[in-house]
């Protein structure tokens, strides 16, 4: 089975812009996870999404949104970025024991 | 209190050596515990996972429960070179439903 499938590995953007970030779960799953990663907060938990509906949120501003796709695919969006919001993006798929496994990551930068 | 916490170390053990990791956490609610493994630029990999007290061994990895004490530690026998990257605890508490909380992990650097 192919793994969770995140694009794109890169981004640079400008303050004030927005951003939407992709991904694919594993094949045949329908939940789909986003992490933030940072060096000072660590990783941290945004938002769940199952069968196209979010059903778990993080503590992060409404700037941070999601959806995801009949196909389970799940895009996340951030609006009026911030110096702050520079990270990994990490995706994941939960897996039948509770666990979770991460896809490569969207390293985004923003300037 | 953090919910869940770990030393940021570094941890450094030669080769050989057993590396003890360490996590606590506060929701004593929790049901389900996480380790995972992550190199420098790679994202984080599942290694184990634990759900009820006791050890659980896999391979030169084994995680030990103590939910009384709040505690999951995780230890890497016969320490390789290839072992040394940053472990993340990670808890599934009542409070947060199906996120997990992570730790900000213990950086493990081994020695030849």
């Known amino acids: 089975k192919a793994g969770v499938t995140q694009t794109p590995r890169y981004l640079i953007k400008t303050r004030g812009q927005q951003v939407t970030l992709s991904c694919s779960p594993i094949?045949?799953?329908?939940?789909v996870s986003w992490y933030q990663q940072t060096p000072g907060q660590g990783l941290q938990f945004l938002f769940e999404?199952?069968?196209?509906?979010?059903?778990n949120k993080g503590n992060f501003p409404g700037r941070f949104s999601g959806r995801q796709f009949s196909n389970s695919r799940s895009e996340m969006n951030v609006s009026t970025l911030e110096l702050g919001d520079s990270a990994l993006y990490l995706c994941?798929?939960?897996?039948?024991?509770?666990?979770?496994?991460f896809g490569s990551g969207t390293r985004l930068t923003v300037v | 209190q953090k919910e869940v916490e770990q030393n940021s170390g570094p941890l450094s053990v030669p080769e050989g050596a057993i590396a003890s990791l360490n996590c606590t956490y506060s929701?004593?609610?929790?049901?389900?515990f996480f380790w995972y493994r992550q190199y420098s630029g790679k994202s984080p990999e599942l290694i184990m996972s634990?759900?009820?007290?006791g050890d659980k061994e896999d391979g030169r990895f084994t995680a030990q429960l103590n939910k009384a004490s709040q505690y999951v530690s995780l230890l890497i026998r016969d320490s390789q070179p290839s072992d040394s990257a940053t472990y993340l605890c990670?808890?599934?508490?009542?409070?947060?439903?199906?996120?997990?909380?992570f730790g900000k992990g213990t950086t493990l650097s081994v020695s030849s």
């Open positions: 094949s045949g799953h329908r939940s």
């Open positions: 929701d004593r609610g929790s049901q389900s």
């Open positions: 994941a798929s939960r897996l039948p024991e509770g666990g979770y496994t």
């Open positions: 999404y199952f069968s196209e509906t979010q059903r």
């Open positions: 990670a808890v599934r508490t009542n409070q947060a439903g199906t996120a997990l909380i």
């Open positions: 634990i759900y009820s007290n």
